[in-house]
C-alpha cells in the first residue's frame, strides 16, 4: 500500500470504527469524577488542585463578568490538552489535526461571541463594522467587506490551526523520503540530511 504525503489529513478508521470517535471519549474516561466524600484519593486531589489553578490562572486577567465563562473554557482547555498529550503516545491518533474537529469547536465558540457582542454591548459590536473615519462614499462597500470578513474568520482560523499542526508532520516526512532515496545514489547526502 502506497500512501502519499497528504494522507494524513484523512480521517482513519479501524475495524470500520472511525478513530476520531475513541479518541474524543478516552480523555473523559482518564478523568476521575470527584466524590462527595471528606477524603479523596491522591489522583482526586491532585486532579482538583490542577483543575482550580488552572481556573485561576484562566480568570486571573479577566474582569468579574467574564468569570461566568470559567467552566466552559476549563473544561474546553483541559479537553483539548488531554487529547493532544494522549496523541504524543506511539502509534494513536490525534485529533485536532483534523480540520473537522477544529471546525467544530471553532464554529460554535465564534457564533457565541458574536451573538453575545450583539447582544450585551451592539454599538460597540456593530462599531467594528466600520472603521472610524470613513469617507461617506466608502461606508457601504467596506460595512459589506468587514461583514464578509467576520464570517469568514472562524473558517480561516481553523484551517490555520489544522495547517500548522500538520504542517511539522508533513516537513518531517519529507525529509525522511527524501533520504531515503537518496541514500543509495549519494550516501553522505542521505545521512547530512
Known amino acids: 500500500m502506497t ?3 497528504f494522507d494524513q ?10 478513530l476520531i470517535a475513541i479518541a474524543l ?4 474516561i482518564l478523568y476521575p469524577s470527584p466524590s462527595n466524600r471528606w477524603l479523596n484519593n491522591r489522583l482526586i486531589t491532585l486532579q482538583s488542585w490542577f483543575i ?13 463578568g467574564g468569570h461566568k465563562w470559567a467552566l466552559i473554557l476549563t473544561s474546553l482547555m483541559i479537553f483539548l490538552l ?9 502509534y494513536t491518533f490525534t485529533p485536532t489535526t483534523q480540520l473537522s474537529l477544529n471546525m467544530g469547536l471553532a464554529v460554535p465558540f465564534w457564533l457565541a461571541t458574536v451573538i ?3 447582544r450585551n454591548q451592539p454599538t460597540a459590536a456593530l462599531g467594528h463594522l466600520l472603521p472610524e473615519g ?3 462614499p466608502l461606508i457601504p462597500v467596506l460595512i459589506i ?3 464578509i470578513s467576520l464570517f469568514i474568520r472562524p473558517l480561516a482560523l481553523g484551517v490555520r490551526l489544522t495547517a500548522n499542526l500538520t504542517a511539522g508532520h508533513l516537513f518531517i516526512q519529507l525529509i525522511a523520503t527524501a533520504a531515503f532515496v537518496l541514500l543509495p545514489m549519494m550516501t553522505t547526502v542521505a545521512i547530512l540530511t
Open 52 to 64: 482550580n489553578r488552572f481556573t485561576q490562572q484562566l480568570l486571573l486577567p479577566l474582569n468579574p
Open 9 to 18: 489529513f484523512m480521517s482513519p478508521t479501524y475495524l470500520g470504527i472511525p
Open 3 to 5: 500512501l502519499s504525503f
Open 25 to 28: 471519549v478516552f480523555p473523559w
Open 134 to 136: 470613513t469617507p461617506m
Open 82 to 90: 488531554s487529547m493532544n498529550l494522549l496523541g504524543l503516545l506511539p
Open 145 to 147: 467587506i468587514e461583514t
Open 116 to 118: 453575545i457582542g450583539m
